[in-house]
């Protein structure tokens, strides 16, 4: 009696713990994801990368501007060096000049002109590369929530068993003392009892490790206050299995918009467009530049009665401006604009195994994503059946033990494989909507597609 009051004190905790756990705030599987694509650090490094390739963008756009650098020197000599008008003699002087030049790329085999377009592809590509971090975290934290889900319906289930187990226990006793049972099946009912508290202790933490799982998935750091909102599972499930597609038909619309197809399709572009820029490094280069200088010197040995020029002089006579194009012919660079060529042609035939290499990889996917969903689909509908059998069983085996017909090892059987086959169905039931939700993904829905 003793032991039967304890397991029943241990049910009312357990049933405490998930009321607890129910009032905490819930999160919906939408608040899930945007909290983790807000904080989950591998998607922040693609954001990163993105930015990064903004800016090799604007520096590739720039390049086209002319440059501009100022220069000063100061200069002393001593013994024979030449002084203002170029005259070699001994002596003892200084030089200060000052300096401006600017120069502009008029033409060279448009290379600038394609390495931005190739810029601009892979940034583009970037772009897609983050799209698809979103996506598989978004993926995987859908893939948390619906396991927190099934957990949860576990850890009922069990505590569903637990309650028959007690009742269990309370008609062997009434058996026991009309003498229909014996001491024996009474203390095998508890021993059963005592074995589906430990079920439900593992199904609670079970609970408690997806929670943990789905919250390190959002990179959400406050476990114990965690908590999700439960859909309607059933309305859900029903709507899944009306909206199945076939997988050419999903493949069709995935291979156009799937972000992994897009980035390699921008990258093969990009290696086109570098190709075209490194056969310009065949072409002649203009560049036109423009420069100003002056000087002041001063001499430190002049003979008596001299003085050197006063600065405004010297910098009136000593100002000199240039402009002037300037016309670059390669004749032989040891081969290195022939290799960058070739070495530009291997990454075009890279990118396209790449592209094609995706493109399997997406219809392998969907075909998976659609075969595990049918064949999960068929599972929950057999699981469906063997739980209305299994639950038919337990009821007339339940009449027979409390008519004293039965023994306790059989009920017991019966108990077990009822509680089996609800634990199956659960199973079968989240494995499908997370199956279907992939395939449905792949077709261009939102994984935030749910009943609510």
């Known amino acids: 009696m003793r032991t039967t009051i304890i397991l029943c004190l241990c049910l009312v905790f357990s049933a405490g713990k998930l009321a607890a756990q129910t009032s905490k705030k819930s999160w919906t599987l939408q608040e899930c994801i945007q909290f983790g694509l807000e904080n989950n650090i591998s998607v922040k490094q693609y954001e990163l990368a993105r930015e990064n390739q903004e800016i090799n963008v604007e520096t590739t756009k720039f390049s086209r501007l002319p440059d501009l650098t100022a220069n000063l020197g100061q200069t002393f000599y001593f013994g024979r060096t030449p002084d203002r008008d170029g005259i070699y003699q001994d002596q003892t002087g200084s030089n200060s000049s000052m300096g401006i030049n600017t120069s502009v790329n008029l033409f060279s085999g448009f290379q600038v002109s394609n390495q931005l377009k190739a810029e601009k592809k892979e940034l583009l590509a970037a772009v897609e590369d983050l799209n698809r971090a979103r996506e598989d975290l978004s993926l995987a934290i859908t893939g948390y929530y619906l396991q927190v889900l099934m957990s949860r319906e576990l850890y009922e289930i069990a505590l569903d068993q637990l309650e028959l187990n007690r009742r269990q226990v309370e008609q062997t006793q009434k058996l026991v003392d009309g003498g229909k049972s014996s001491e024996s099946d009474l203390y095998d009912a508890r021993s059963s009892l005592a074995q589906q508290q430990m079920q439900v202790t593992e199904t609670a933490n079970n609970l408690q490790l997806s929670l943990l799982n789905l919250t390190q998935a959002m990179n959400y750091t406050q476990v114990e206050d965690f908590n999700v909102v439960t859909p309607d599972v059933s309305e859900f499930v029903e709507r899944e299995i009306a909206g199945l597609i076939l997988p050419a038909d999903v493949y069709r619309h995935a291979v156009n918009e799937r972000p992994a197809i897009k980035a390699a399709g921008y990258r093969l572009e990009?290696?086109?467009?570098?190709?075209?820029?490194?056969?310009?490094?065949?072409?002649?280069?203009?560049?036109?530049?423009?420069?100003?200088?002056?000087?002041?010197?001063?001499?430190?040995?002049?003979?008596?009665?001299?003085?050197?020029?006063?600065?405004?002089?010297?910098?009136?006579?000593?100002?000199?401006?240039s402009v002037?194009?300037?016309?670059?012919?390669?004749?032989?660079?040891?081969?290195?604009?022939?290799?960058?060529?070739?070495?530009?042609?291997?990454?075009i035939k890279n990118q396209e195994l790449m592209l094609d290499q995706a493109k399997q990889d997406l219809y392998k996917e969907v075909q998976q994503a659609y075969y595990n969903a049918v064949a999960a689909h068929e599972k929950f509908r057999s699981s469906e059946v063997a739980v209305e059998a299994a639950q038919l069983a337990y009821d007339f085996e339940e009449q027979k033990y409390t008519a004293g017909r039965s023994s306790i090892y059989t009920f017991d059987q019966v108990r077990i494989r009822l509680a089996a086959a609800r634990s199956e169905t659960a199973q079968a039931k989240y494995n499908f909507l997370f199956r279907s939700r992939i395939l449905a993904f792949y077709n261009g829905e939102s994984l935030l597609n749910d009943p609510r």
């Not at 423009?290 to 000593?318: E, M, R, T, V, W």
């Open 270 to 321: 990009g290696s086109e467009k570098m190709l075209q820029a490194a056969r310009g490094a065949y072409a002649p280069s203009l560049r036109l530049g423009a420069g100003y200088s002056n000087s002041y010197y001063y001499n430190y040995s002049l003979a008596a009665g001299l003085s050197n020029a006063s600065l405004a002089d010297q910098l009136a006579q000593n100002s000199a401006q």
């Open 324 to 347: 002037g194009l300037s016309l670059s012919v390669p004749i032989f660079n040891r081969m290195a604009t022939r290799n960058r060529v070739r070495s530009a042609r291997l990454n």
